[in-house]
């Protein structure tokens, strides 16, 4: 779905695992479509084989913009990913190589890395060392395959310990891997919690940005349901230089198609 702003176009996709839930998943490609999606997200595509979900995408019209590597099991040290858990480099890399597998037959250029949570027993330190070491070697596998991975940092209310502590130091860790493999997820609704001032955080992190996702705040609902003004935001974006999709990564208050009465305001 292209939506027009003041500065110019934006690309949005429907992120499956928020959006539609009206229906069953497999129902929910078609469901985007109808609204006028072209692309679309979501976290885990790994409950279904690969080819089912390409089918899926090739009936619909859609292509796929991102996924995450596999989470653990609930309960599990590796429920939120692995990079960041001490112990856990295997599940990790097995978890890479599965993401890799499923984006090239999806078509998706981009996979988001899941962090992980920080074991509350490790040092900071050590599980920070972990965890570059770890995306050194998957920005290794990503880069044979063609693939973008994207770092996501998620705000300290919703999850206290989580291991990125911040868009900044996701980017930082990007540069100091490879930043033409590396990027950071720029997630507004997390950004907006974590300390706000979006704008001009997205200005110093655009070169870096390799995928961005929105929602409002507070409730996580569609643009437009809280106080983050998506009307500038979006048009901050569409004047940058970032040529990618948005995830809609919100959870619609009401219907889904109901709500997006918020594209077409943005765009009058």
Same mark, same amino acid.
């Given at each position: 779905?292209?939506?027009?702003?003041?500065?110019?176009?934006?690309?949005?996709?429907?992120?499956?695992?928020?959006? /539609?839930?009206?229906?069953?998943?497999?129902?929910?490609?078609?469901?985007?479509?109808?609204?006028?999606?072209?692309?679309?997200?979501?976290?885990?595509?790994?409950?279904?084989?690969?080819?089912?979900?390409?089918?899926?995408?090739?009936?619909?019209?859609?292509?796929?913009?991102?996924?995450?590597?596999?989470?653990?099991?609930?309960?599990?040290?590796?429920?939120?990913?692995?990079?960041?858990?001490?112990?856990?480099?295997?599940?990790?890399?097995?978890?890479?190589?599965?993401?890799?597998?499923?984006?090239?037959?999806?078509?998706?250029?981009? =996979?988001?890395?899941?962090?992980?949570?920080?074991?509350?027993?490790?040092?900071?330190?050590?599980?920070?060392?972990? /965890?570059?070491?770890?995306?050194?070697?998957?920005?290794?596998?990503?880069?044979?395959?063609?693939?973008?991975?994207?770092?996501?940092?998620?705000?300290?209310?919703?999850?206290?310990?989580?291991?990125?502590?911040?868009?900044?130091?996701?980017?930082?860790?990007?540069?100091? =891997?490879?930043?033409?493999?590396?990027?950071?997820?720029?997630?507004?609704?997390?950004?907006?919690?974590?300390?706000?001032?979006?704008?001009?955080?997205?200005?110093?992190?655009?070169?870096?940005?390799?995928?961005?996702?929105?929602?409002?705040?507070?409730?996580?609902?569609?643009?437009?349901?809280?106080?983050?003004?998506?009307?500038?935001?979006?048009?901050?974006?569409?004047?940058?230089?970032?040529?990618?999709?948005?995830?809609?990564? /919100?959870?619609?208050?009401?219907?889904?198609?109901?709500?997006?009465?918020?594209?077409?305001?943005?765009?009058?």
């Amino acid at each position: 779905m292209i939506i027009e702003t003041t500065a110019g176009p934006v690309r949005l996709a429907a992120n499956l695992k928020w959006m /539609y839930t009206e229906v069953p998943f497999e129902e929910r490609f078609d469901a985007a479509a109808a609204s006028g999606f072209t692309g679309v997200e979501f976290a885990s595509p790994y409950e279904l084989p690969a080819e089912r979900i390409r089918e899926l995408l090739d009936q619909s019209g859609l292509e796929q913009v991102l996924i995450n590597t596999p989470a653990g099991p609930a309960g599990s040290a590796t429920i939120m990913g692995a990079a960041f858990v001490p112990g856990a480099r295997e599940e990790f890399r097995a978890g890479v190589l599965s993401a890799l597998e499923y984006a090239t037959v999806l078509g998706a250029p981009v =996979v988001h890395v899941m962090a992980g949570l920080r074991p509350a027993a490790a040092e900071p330190e050590l599980a920070f060392a972990n /965890y570059v070491a770890n995306i050194g070697w998957a920005a290794e596998q990503a880069r044979g395959a063609g693939i973008r991975i994207v770092l996501e940092a998620i705000n300290k209310r919703d999850q206290p310990r989580y291991g990125l502590e911040s868009m900044e130091t996701a980017a930082a860790v990007a540069e100091a =891997v490879d930043p033409a493999t590396v990027g950071v997820l720029f997630d507004v609704y997390h950004a907006q919690v974590d300390r706000g001032n979006v704008i001009e955080r997205f200005e110093r992190l655009a070169p870096l940005v390799g995928h961005i996702q929105i929602a409002d705040n507070p409730g996580r609902g569609e643009p437009g349901t809280g106080e983050i003004a998506y009307e500038g935001v979006l048009a901050r974006i569409a004047a940058s230089d970032y040529a990618g999709w948005i995830g809609c990564e /919100y959870g619609p208050i009401g219907r889904t198609d109901e709500g997006l009465a918020w594209t077409k305001r943005i765009s009058a």
